[in-house]
Each structure stands twice: as C-alpha cells, then as structure tokens.
C-alpha cells in the first residue's frame, strides 16, 4: 500500500498538468506516491500525463461530476492517504511528508486543506464555516466582515492570522483536499448526485456526523490559478444550484430561507455592477446567471448525477 494517491480530475486541464504535478513532486520527501488522473474532458490529458509522468495510472471517465470522477479514482486507488488535487494549482511551499506525519500523529483527523493563494499572491480564505441561511444573509449585506462579528456570521475566516496555525475548521476548499483513505469508506465517498461545487462540504458534514474532525494546516502552501480566470456565468450559476442542493439535503426546514438569502446575494452584486456601469462585465453576467438559477430552480448542468431531488 502506497503512503499517498494523488488523485487529478482533469476537465481539460492538460496545460496544468505538469505545473500541479511536477511542482507536488518536488515537495513530497520520501513519501512512496501514486498518481492517478482521471480524464472526463477531451483534450487528451490521460495520454498527456501517461508521457509525461513514469508510473501514472489513467482513466478515461465520461464526465457525470467531479465526485463521479472521483470516486472512480478511489476504485483504484491503494494507498493510506487520497489528496484531491485540482490540476490548475501549483505547490509552493512545505512537505507532504511533514503533513502526513501530522496526520499520522492524529487518528481522529479525516480531512486537511492548506494554504491557498491566488496568482495575485493574496490569500483565499479557505477555511470554512458549513453554510447556513444566516452566514448566507451576513455575505450578502457585507456583514460578515465586521469586526467582532466574523466569528459568529462569517462563513469565510478572514482573519489572515488564522491561516498561519494549525485549527479546526467545517469545510475548506476542494482544489487541494487530503483525507484519510479509512474516513472515506467509513462514510461512503461522494455524493455523485452533485455534479460540481459543494461536494466537499457535503464530504467534510458527512465527515464529522461521524465523528472525524477537519482541519486547515498550514505545513504546505499551493497557488490556485483557477481564482483569476475570467468569470464564467455558467460556472456561477452551477455554483448556486450547488448551494441549494446542499441546504435540501442537510438543513431542509431552513432550505427556503437559505435560497432567499442566496438570491439576495446576487441581486445585491447585480445592482450593484449596474449602478457602476458595468452591465457587461463578466462579474455581472455571472452574478445574474446566478440569481436566474435560485429563482428558477433548473440545473445548469443536466444530467443523471444531478438530482434536483436531493
């Protein structure tokens, strides 16, 4: 059994691969590695990283989700430890062998993300808070970033000092996920009914009803390239439905509350894109195409992986 599979769902993200993989490489110690990528796109990322990476183990995975990919990469893993690994991010800084010998100091830990930056160099706050319809209505008015109110309101922590200790946290962000391989299959893996976003925090809420805990550690430091690309309005839209899905299936009598305080969300950011000129802007283009998905309540995504019964 491998220390650590490194698992890369790749939705056309061939030009990443060497960056995200390469760069995680130099900073795995003597860690006994295997790499897996699963291929649900059609830019030859499989054949790509077969030539460039000796060892790596592909599949070829008609694209129902990031979690249906996923869990196909689990079906072949073998190895203690599983780290998701968005293709579009780049190791920075720290060991993975340091951060295993965290995990392995710990038995009750299940799941880890570590310091995110964007290509700008600032901090994405990473660490999370589960959703709720009041941390969704503090987003929306702004409040959450109140002084002496964040800790109670605030979904995201943006007290940058917290990103450099090792803590506690609901959720972190799914582009760099390190969890135990017994924590998975206590739980069942993914939810394959959500097609992309959200499904890490459904992972990390099924995680902790069970009684594992999840962290934010600060033992490694990636860059997340995927933060400064363009807006996409279908991306936000899928986003949105995500959020929804996520409240029906975890705190239901609250869903419609939650759904209201997500469209205030976004009505308030298309106003106020308008009231500064810029109806053309791709920000306000996917703040509306996330509003028109919370009003309507369609999957921008249809397919069999999502429900809209969830």
Same mark, same amino acid.
């Given at each position: 059994?491998?220390?650590?599979?490194?698992?890369?769902?790749?939705?056309?993200?061939?030009?990443?691969?060497?960056?995200?993989?390469?760069?995680?490489?130099?900073?795995?110690?003597?860690?006994?590695?295997?790499?897996?990528?699963?291929?649900?796109?059609?830019?030859?990322?499989?054949?790509?990283?077969?030539?460039?990476?000796?060892?790596?183990?592909?599949?070829?995975?008609?694209?129902?989700?990031?979690?249906?990919?996923?869990?196909?990469?689990?079906?072949?893993?073998?190895?203690?430890?599983?780290?998701?690994?968005?293709?579009?991010?780049?190791?920075?800084?720290?060991?993975?062998?340091?951060?295993?010998?965290?995990?392995?100091?710990?038995?009750?830990?299940?799941?880890?993300?570590?310091?995110?930056?964007?290509?700008?160099?600032?901090?994405?706050?990473?660490?999370?808070?589960?959703?709720? #319809? +009041?941390?969704?209505? @503090?987003?929306? *008015?702004?409040?959450?970033?109140?002084? /002496?109110? !964040? &800790?109670?309101?605030?979904?995201?922590?943006?007290?940058?000092?917290?990103?450099?200790?090792?803590?506690?946290?609901?959720?972190?962000?799914?582009?760099?996920?390190?969890?135990?391989?017994?924590?998975?299959?206590?739980?069942?893996?993914?939810?394959?009914?959500?097609?992309?976003?959200?499904?890490?925090?459904?992972?990390?809420?099924?995680?902790?009803?069970?009684?594992?805990?999840?962290?934010?550690?600060?033992?490694?430091?990636?860059?997340?390239?995927?933060?400064?690309?363009?807006?996409?309005?279908?991306?936000?839209?899928?986003?949105?439905?995500?959020?929804?899905?996520?409240?029906?299936?975890?705190?239901?009598?609250?869903?419609?509350?939650?759904?209201?305080?997500?469209?205030?969300?976004? #009505? +308030?950011?298309?106003? @106020?894109?308008? *009231?500064?000129?810029?109806?053309?802007? /791709?920000? !306000? &283009?996917?703040?509306?195409?996330?509003?028109?998905?919370?009003?309507?309540?369609?999957?921008?995504?249809?397919?069999?992986?999502?429900?809209?019964?969830?």
């Amino acid at each position: 059994m491998h220390d650590v599979c490194v698992a890369v769902v790749s939705y056309n993200g061939r030009p990443w691969l060497d960056t995200a993989l390469g760069s995680l490489l130099e900073h795995a110690g003597s860690l006994d590695l295997e790499l897996i990528v699963i291929d649900n796109g059609h830019d030859g990322s499989a054949e790509y990283a077969e030539e460039r990476f000796s060892g790596v183990r592909t599949l070829l995975c008609p694209n129902r989700g990031f979690g249906h990919a996923c869990n196909r990469a689990l079906e072949m893993a073998d190895a203690r430890y599983v780290l998701f690994l968005d293709p579009d991010t780049e190791t920075l800084d720290g060991d993975l062998a340091e951060l295993i010998e965290a995990f392995d100091r710990r038995p009750e830990l299940a799941l880890a993300g570590v310091r995110q930056l964007r290509d700008d160099g600032s901090l994405e706050h990473s660490i999370r808070r589960f959703p709720s #319809a +009041l941390h969704m209505f @503090a987003e929306a *008015l702004g409040v959450e970033r109140v002084p /002496g109110m !964040r &800790q109670v309101l605030g979904e995201r922590e943006l007290d940058r000092r917290e990103y450099d200790l090792e803590r506690a946290c609901d959720w972190t962000a799914g582009s760099f996920m390190l969890v135990r391989r017994a924590a998975l299959d206590d739980i069942g893996w993914f939810d394959e009914r959500f097609f992309l976003f959200s499904e890490g925090t459904d992972l990390c809420w099924r995680l902790k009803e069970a009684g594992w805990e999840v962290a934010h550690m600060p033992q490694m430091t990636i860059r997340h390239h995927g933060h400064d690309r363009p807006e996409n309005a279908r991306l936000e839209a899928q986003a949105a439905y995500a959020r929804m899905q996520f409240a029906r299936k975890h705190f239901p009598r609250a869903a419609s509350e939650y759904r209201w305080a997500l469209a205030l969300r976004y #009505a +308030l950011r298309v106003g @106020a894109y308008s *009231l500064t000129g810029r109806y053309e802007s /791709g920000r !306000r &283009q996917a703040a509306r195409a996330g509003l028109e998905t919370v009003l309507k309540g369609e999957a921008p995504f249809a397919g069999r992986s999502q429900l809209s019964t969830l």
